[in-house]
């Protein structure tokens, strides 16, 4: 643990004192998350991704196995800050699910699905400086690496980014002004 | 090509370093008639076959070229800069550590070829506005060259390599030998057109690039897939691996030892000469000696430094040919994290096909005769490029979910432009590069110390960068205009330089106008570490242009029975 990261860690202890909120807080940032959990969702993960990318006229995220992806990325690719957020915003998500529908988010409609994701994308500060700042002192906030990842994980497979977008893997020569009409893919990598 | 492992042997000519320089003197050396041994301390990486990454699609790799905390953790230089796809080009931080004692982004690339397989690819020569700029300003010393000497140089590397470019007849950035240029694309042609008309002293081009436009020297053409850093198995660009050790090993006269990390340079008191080096095998920690003639220095700027600082000799206590005691300061880097972006919202039935490898330049247009007067010396370029904003973009703009986030999401969003200002950083005495007293590495060389930081003037220069960036756009009818200062640490450019430059007196300066050590007349240095100032180009073409030259003079010494 380097200065820096004391230094946020006394930012955040004190923030989260001053904010009235006991230890658990802090706690249930830094504990060691328990991971195989993520396993046992991954049919939730799944269908989360699903809607968020849903098939339409192409393949959508379950099509494209994205969840493998997610859960990769949160086992591998995530700080445990942000890992711990994941995990406490999967059952948030399914506490709210139950709470506005009696039903789990998998048995939900698509309506009420979207609007589950809705709510908890808005609980997202919309100011750029503060969310950034949030980011520092308590990792990643749980919608944006779900939407993140999920948009991560179905334009680099191989169904988004050859269905989804398009991809073009030799080009050969570089055309630097075409015209489109408005059901151009935009290309999947750069 | 020949690869050895005798314990003891003589060559004409030993260079030490395969990358960009290293490998134009072998290629130089050896058509000269020189036997010729390349000392390389990273592993053999032959052009194609050792691409393996090269023609694989996003989905082939496991983290789809994410790292993992693992990696950014245990590498936190090579984790930023690199991902699956081209990692095994970059340098562990972990496996080959060195003393940041301010931070010092040190990006290296250990093994043949260097870090020519994963350079930039940009190509700008100097003119006599840098190398003047010393002496007229006062802030170090003079360059003991000027543009006429290197000018030919200059065509030389550029017929051999294959630079893309389009001529603008500016006299501060001398066009060159350019095959035919990239194009730009609609939001770049509109801020182009856009200066033009507001800017009297300003220009956007199309970058120089080491791209192959077409066909050339049995390589290219660049087939516009900018995957370049994967190692391009067309050929389309240029590196040590795809051209110079080529062209070398077809003279029959090249021998190249990878695995060979070059200890010191072994000095004869009574012959005044360097005799030859001395080696560890990176493997076996077993120590070889190799004899030779003259020696090139080229393990790149502040592996060639060390290399020098460490070949101490009762004639050279503080390290071979450092008279002066200016071996291992004035490091320089160029600084090129502030700049401004915007979205532009025309052009919306426009879009682009393939992937260009390049950006645009606008050449420097600061302090330049009785053009643009500033309060800090020198100036920039800008560099950027202009694109329709993709996915990645558009999953953090795009709120909402489902089919009409779908839709938005895998369209073409508004046109953007990036650009950053790359900028000259002048020589301080204690920007420095050390060898550490104590701690030493795996192979028992001492630690090397770094201390830079970026100063006064490059601090005035980045805040100018910013609005100047933001006023272009601005002009241009760009919306959404961002101004940003990264405040990325020295290295962070890899344009490291300026630790054993070159002079007219040896009081002062390290190596000669021929890039020779001013006291051991047949060892030469001709990578980064030679710069008396850093101008604002990319320097690699510079870099070449010098080596080549300096070839041809030590090889007529040693005709002349100089050397």
């Known amino acids: 643990m380097n200065r820096r990261q004391v230094l946020y860690r006394i930012v955040a202890f004190s923030a989260v004192a001053i904010s009235g909120i006991s230890f658990w807080k802090y706690w249930t940032i830094y504990k060691t998350p328990d991971l195989s959990y993520l396993d046992l969702k991954k049919n939730l993960i799944a269908e989360i991704a699903e809607t968020i990318i849903p098939a339409t006229e192409t393949p959508g995220a379950k099509m494209a196995k994205v969840e493998d992806f997610i859960i990769k990325m949160v086992k591998e690719c995530t700080t445990i800050k942000s890992q711990n957020n994941f995990i406490k915003g999967l059952i948030d998500l399914e506490g709210y699910a139950k709470q506005n529908f009696d039903v789990d988010f998998i048995s939900c409609s698509v309506k009420e699905r979207e609007s589950i994701l809705t709510h908890f994308e808005r609980l997202e500060d919309s100011n750029f400086w503060i969310r950034k700042l949030k980011q520092k002192i308590l990792g990643d906030n749980f919608f944006y690496m779900l939407k993140s990842y999920t948009v991560t994980g179905y334009c680099t497979s191989e169904l988004g980014a050859t269905k989804g977008l398009s991809y073009d893997y030799l080009p050969s020569t570089f055309e630097a002004c075409t015209i489109i009409d408005d059901k151009q893919k935009s290309w999947a990598t750069k | ?563």
């Open chain 2, 1 to 563: 090509m020949i690869y050895i492992d005798e314990k003891s042997n003589s060559y004409d000519a030993i260079v030490i370093g395969s990358g960009i320089t290293g490998g134009w003197a072998a290629k130089e050396l050896c058509e000269k008639g020189l036997k010729t041994l390349v000392l390389e301390r990273g592993r053999d990486v032959r052009h194609i076959k050792d691409y393996p990454t090269a023609n694989l699609n996003p989905w082939d790799f496991e983290y789809r070229q994410n790292n993992t905390i693992k990696e950014i953790q245990e590498n936190p230089i090579r984790g930023v800069r690199s991902d699956e796809s081209d990692r095994m080009f970059y340098t562990s931080d972990k496996d080959h550590p060195y003393i940041q004692s301010k931070p010092f982004s040190w990006v290296r690339g250990y093994q043949v070829g260097g870090k020519s397989l994963i350079w930039g690819r940009q190509c700008y020569r100097l003119s006599d506005l840098d190398f003047e700029a010393n002496v007229k300003d006062g802030a170090s010393i003079d360059w003991p060259i000027r543009y006429k000497d290197i000018s030919g140089w200059y065509d030389y590397v550029e017929r051999f390599i294959g630079v893309s470019g389009k001529h603008e007849s500016l006299p501060y950035l001398p066009d060159g030998c350019f095959l035919p240029p990239m194009e730009l694309n609609c939001i770049e042609k509109h801020l182009a057109s856009s200066i033009k008309k507001n800017e009297e002293h300003r220009l956007l081009t199309i970058a120089r690039v080491a791209n192959l436009t077409r066909g050339w020297d049995n390589r290219g053409p660049c087939q516009n897939r900018n995957l370049c850093t994967r190692g391009c198995p067309y050929g389309g660009y240029f590196s040590s691996n795809s051209s110079t050790i080529p062209a070398a090993a077809a003279t029959g006269n090249l021998t190249i030892r990878p695995f060979s990390i070059v200890k010191e340079i072994i000095y004869d008191e009574k012959l005044q000469r360097a005799t030859g080096v001395r080696v560890i095998d990176m493997n076996t920690l077993e120590e070889f000696e190799f004899k030779s003639r003259i020696i090139f220095v080229n393990a790149s700027t502040i592996d060639t430094t060390s290399i020098l600082l460490n070949s101490k000799s009762a004639r050279f206590p503080n390290g071979m040919g450092n008279d002066s005691e200016q071996l291992g300061h004035n490091l320089m880097d160029h600084h090129s994290s502030s700049g401004a972006s915007g979205l532009h919202e025309g052009f919306k039935d426009q879009y682009y096909k393939g992937r260009r490898p390049c950006g645009f330049l606008i050449p420097r247009f600061r302090n330049i005769g009785k053009g643009e007067q500033v309060d800090f010396l020198r100036g920039y370029n800008f560099q950027g490029r202009g694109e329709r904003e993709g996915w990645k973009e558009r999953k953090d703009d795009v709120t909402g979910v489902g089919a009409e986030f779908k839709d938005k999401l895998t369209k073409p969003g508004p046109w953007s432009v990036w650009m950053g200002g790359w900028g000259e950083c002048l020589p301080y005495y204690d920007n420095k590069v050390s060898l550490s007293n104590s701690k030493k590495d795996k192979w028992g060389l001492p630690l090397i110390e770094i201390e830079f930081t970026f100063k006064e003037n490059e601090h005035l220069m980045m805040k100018d960068i910013q609005n100047t960036g933001a006023n272009m756009l601005e002009e241009a009818g760009f919306k959404n205009i961002n101004t940003f200062s990264y405040n990325s640490p020295g290295g962070s450019t890899v344009h490291e330089m300026g630790t054993a430059r070159m002079g007219s007196d040896p009081k002062t300066s390290v190596l000669n106008k021929h890039n020779q050590l001013h006291a051991v007349i047949n060892v030469f240095v001709t990578d980064g570490s030679c710069m008396t100032s850093s101008a604002c180009q990319n320097p690699s073409l510079t870099y070449m242009a010098l080596t080549a030259r300096a070839c041809d003079y030590a090889v007529s010494e040693m005709k002349n029975g100089n050397i």
